[in-house]
């Protein structure tokens, strides 16, 4: 989300003028996308942004801005923990940025009204995060904001307004400009993507095939999905469109009743497990993913158990474990945050290593097997290696070159470690010109 955010201003700032520079000392402008789902990771950014008054300090016409989540939720508190801020821009004005930056050359913006405005696509040729100027043989796709649950625990409804959905046909446009660009594989985008068009008229499963039949694209996928939303009719999809990726990324936060209950998900530690074997009868095929919380307020030893043996029962083919991070304004911040921080941090470790185990075993399992790799780039360790993604998300790194980046290749499973698969040479089963 946050990707498809920063990827929205890129473009937004491409198309007034501005080039992507690699550090804030060759930049005029710099601009932080921020997440505040956790407190560690508001914290990091208050690390960013202290280190930058040294630089604005050495160049004053540096223009600072702070945007997304963090801005929403501190609006001029940003400025007034860190003065040398030029602009605080909330989550519904990232599409506005190069406005923004134009006015903070007269002086400080705070901009954090919620109109409830889309933002625009990210049309035009947008830098992909990480990759470079240009496209990337993968792309995000916004296609709804916001979010309508209410989990106890949880500030993105709080920062990011209620649910919106993109129409479909706007999503098909911008899908087929990204494919003209090069892009072969989508991923699409929203807290709670299977809810998507809950308005109708087209749902998450009837947009999964426009999007698939768009020329040149080879891979979809969707991200993230909230359990009790994932229907008959989506199953159907991934299992009978070749595009659509046999994954799944299926958070179940906690595996006991009671935490579930406390948490506000709605759904049972049993209408989990059987949705599980509901998606795997569907789509046999199909790695499922997810996030946990511990030290939820009230956890007790027992209520972990129940999450550790959901964890092995399912045995996730990989998995984001999080320590509760206490939330103001969230309904969990009404709640004493009373697991002790040492506890938390036990049951994380322990949760971390037994998931590390099993993907460790599942990746194993496909040593010797063919998989399908769509190549994204060159391999970050290693400049005669190139790295991709499986179907169902596992990363590959193979033997290659620059040219083989945005093919379809054939790899055997060579090694296994439990982020990561080792490929053998492979057969390119289509060069993408
Ligand atoms: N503390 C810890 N983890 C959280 N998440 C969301 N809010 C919190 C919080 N207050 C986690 C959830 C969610 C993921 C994106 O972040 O597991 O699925
Ligand atoms: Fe937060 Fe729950 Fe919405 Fe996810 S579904 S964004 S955890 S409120």
Same mark, same amino acid.
């Given at each position: 989300m946050n990707a498809c955010d920063s990827a929205i201003m890129a473009g937004v700032m491409q198309e007034a003028g501005y080039e992507r520079v690699d550090s804030a000392e060759e930049a005029d402008v710099v601009l932080l996308n921020t997440c505040s789902v956790r407190q560690h990771a508001e914290e990091r950014v208050f690390g960013v942004i202290g280190a930058l008054k040294e630089v604005k300090n050495r160049r004053p016409g540096l223009i600072i801005g702070v945007c997304g989540c963090m801005a929403q939720r501190h609006g001029s508190g940003i400025r007034a923990r860190? !003065?040398?801020?030029d602009i605080v821009c909330g989550t519904d004005r990232m599409g506005r940025i190069a406005e923004l930056v134009e006015r903070a050359r007269e002086g400080a913006v705070v901009d954090t009204g919620s109109s409830g405005e889309m933002p625009p696509s990210?049309?035009?040729?947008?830098?992909?995060p990480g990759r470079g100027e240009g496209y990337g043989v993968t792309s995000f796709v916004s296609i709804m904001r916001g979010c309508n649950n209410r989990c106890a625990y949880c500030i993105v409804p709080s920062l990011r307004g209620p649910e919106r959905s993109r129409p479909a046909g706007e999503v098909v446009v911008e899908v087929e400009q990204l494919a003209r660009a090069g892009v072969r594989e989508i991923t699409l985008l929203g807290?709670?993507?299977? !809810? @998507?068009g809950r308005e109708g008229p087209v749902r998450l499963a009837g947009l999964l095939p426009m999007v698939a039949v768009v020329e040149g694209i080879k891979r979809v996928r969707f991200l993230t999905s909230y359990p009790s939303d994932v229907g008959r009719e989506l199953l159907d999809a991934i299992a009978g469109?070749?595009?659509?990726?046999? @994954?799944i990324h299926l958070p179940v936060q906690a595996g006991s009743d009671r935490m579930l209950k406390a948490m506000g998900r709605r759904y049972t530690r049993d209408e989990y497990l059987r949705l599980v074997d509901e998606i795997r009868t569907a789509v046999p095929e199909v790695a499922i993913s997810t996030d946990v919380i511990v030290g939820f307020p009230g956890e007790t030893g027992a209520d972990f158990d129940e999450t550790v043996s959901l964890v092995e029962k399912v045995r996730f083919d990989s998995g984001y474990m999080f320590k509760y991070s206490e939330r103001e304004g969230t309904r969990a911040a009404d709640l004493a945050d009373d697991v002790p921080a040492a506890v938390k941090q036990s049951r994380l470790v322990q949760l971390i290593e037994m998931q590390r185990q099993i993907s460790l075993e599942r990746n194993s399992s496909l040593v010797g097997r063919m998989v399908e790799v769509l190549v994204e780039g060159p391999s970050e360790k290693d400049r005669d290696m190139v790295s991709g993604r499986t179907r169902d998300h596992r990363m590959v790194v193979l033997p290659g070159g620059d040219d083989m980046i945005g093919s379809l290749v054939d790899v055997r499973v060579a090694e296994a470690g439990p982020w990561t698969l080792i490929g053998e040479p492979a057969e390119r089963k289509e060069l993408v010109p």
């Open positions: 860190a !003065s040398h801020v990210p049309t035009m040729p947008v830098a992909n807290q709670n993507v299977a !809810s @998507y469109i070749e595009e659509v990726c046999e @994954y």
